[in-house]
C-alpha cells in the first residue's frame, strides 16, 4: 500500500497521517498518491483542517442525520438502537463529463422504473415497452403520469469502461 503524498504538504496533514492507497480505485487520489485535479480544491482546504475539527464536524452531522431519523435500525441486534446511515463527510466530486454520463444512465434507469410501475399499478400494456422508440416511450410516460420523479442513488466510485 502506498502512502498518500499529494506532491508533498499532504503526508503532513494529520488527516492524511494514516491513509493508505490499497489496489482499489480512488475518487481522490491516484495510485501514485497524488490528489487527482477535481480535488485539489479540496485537498487544499483538508490540508490546513486540524484533525479535531473534522471529528467535530462528523460527530455533528451525525447528530443532525440522527435528528432527522436519516437512520435505520439493525433487528437482529439485541439493542435495537437506530444507527445513521453510512455516509462520507468529503463530497463525490464529478466532472462535467462523468456527470453526463451517468445523468444518461439515472435518466435511463427512471424511465424504465416508470415503466415497470405504470405496468403494474396502471396495467400499461408491456407489448408496447418493446414495440415504440424511445421518444414515443417517454411522450407517454409523461402523458399518463410519472410515478417516480424524484429518486436517490448512491455514486460509487470506479474506471468505468468506454461507452460504445
Known amino acids: ?21 490499497d489496489s482499489s480505485f480512488d475518487e481522490m487520489f491516484d495510485a501514485d498518491g497524488q490528489a487527482r485535479a477535481p480535488y485539489r480544491a479540496l485537498l487544499a482546504r483538508l490540508i490546513d483542517l486540524p484533525l479535531e475539527d473534522m471529528r467535530r464536524r462528523q460527530r455533528e452531522a451525525d447528530a443532525a ?10 433487528y437482529s441486534d439485541k439493542g435495537g438502537t437506530e444507527r445513521v446511515f453510512p455516509y462520507d463527510l468529503l463530497p463525490r ?3 462535467n463529463a462523468e456527470w ?13 422504473l416508470n415503466m ?17 422508440a424511445k421518444w414515443s416511450l417517454l ?7 410519472l ?18
Open 65 to 74: 442525520f440522527l435528528q432527522q431519523g436519516i437512520t435505520f435500525t439493525v
Open 139 to 145: 411522450a407517454y410516460v409523461v402523458t399518463a403520469g
Open 93 to 95: 466530486i464529478l466532472t
Open 116 to 132: 415497470f410501475l405504470l405496468y403494474r399499478v396502471k396495467g400499461f400494456p408491456w407489448e408496447r415497452f418493446f414495440a415504440v
Open 147 to 164: 410515478i417516480v420523479s424524484v429518486a436517490a442513488v448512491d455514486v460509487l466510485g470506479a474506471t468505468l469502461p468506454s461507452p460504445p
Open 1 to 21: 500500500m502506498a502512502p498518500v503524498s499529494g506532491g508533498g504538504p499532504v503526508a503532513l496533514s494529520p488527516l492524511f497521517a494514516s491513509y493508505r492507497l
Open 100 to 112: 453526463e454520463r451517468i445523468s444518461r444512465g439515472l435518466s435511463q434507469r427512471l424511465l424504465a
